[in-house]
């Protein structure tokens, strides 16, 4: 399965919406969908992983960069996932503590920090 | 031999083959239908590292994966035919710099944060990822 994305805005947050499996060929895609975005002035991003089967390290490295961009311009980048076998990729690689992670897009759209 | 061999062109387009090859065949080798998605990621992340390695040292040799059923376990091996600097720490790195080595060293984090079994082999000549885990051949039960 390829990857999918689409993107919409809730009040002054961006969702992207993520699709599929995201590994070393599919990526990049979401690589530049983030840049895009940031470049684009969307510095509140919510990426929901709801619709995500495959999750690797290359797909958690494009979020870390996409984080290292929204904070440059004091930005935020939270994820939506309930999954547990996408959580437990978080927590091995103690990325848990780097993203706020949420249970749903109304939950991460209303958080504040 | 192997119980089942796969040798790629090392591009990403074909880590998914290889991990759902994998995947089959461990299911057919009698690991649980609970560490399948373990047995996916981790090979999906030596292959992706060994595509790495490929691409960075210009290699044109394809990347092999053996999938080896035995009695009580199933084990698979990614190897590599990039040449490996060895550094003081003993661990390997590929000749593509920091970047390259960082999300090398990401995707060995993972594997080794997944399988308790690993062996990480790396020469001159290429490297090998070995990752073993428990197999229970299923039981035909007649009515």
Redesign the interface.
Known sequence: MDLSLSTRTVGDRTVVEVGG?I???TAPKLREQLVELVNDGNFHLVVDMEGVD?L???G??VLVGGLKRVRAHEGSLRLVCNQE?ILK?FR??GLTKVFPIHTSVEEAVAATD | MATVELRFSALPEHVRTARLVAAAVARRAGVDEAVLDEVRLAVGEACTRAVGLHQSGGISAPVKVMLIEEEKQFSIEVGDEAPHAHRTDGSAVGAGGDVEAEEDEMGLAVISGLVDDVEVMAGEHGGSIRMTWPATPSVVVLP
Do not use: M
């Open positions: 499996e590994d070393v060929y495959f690797d390290s290359t958690l490295g076998r990729i091995i690689t």
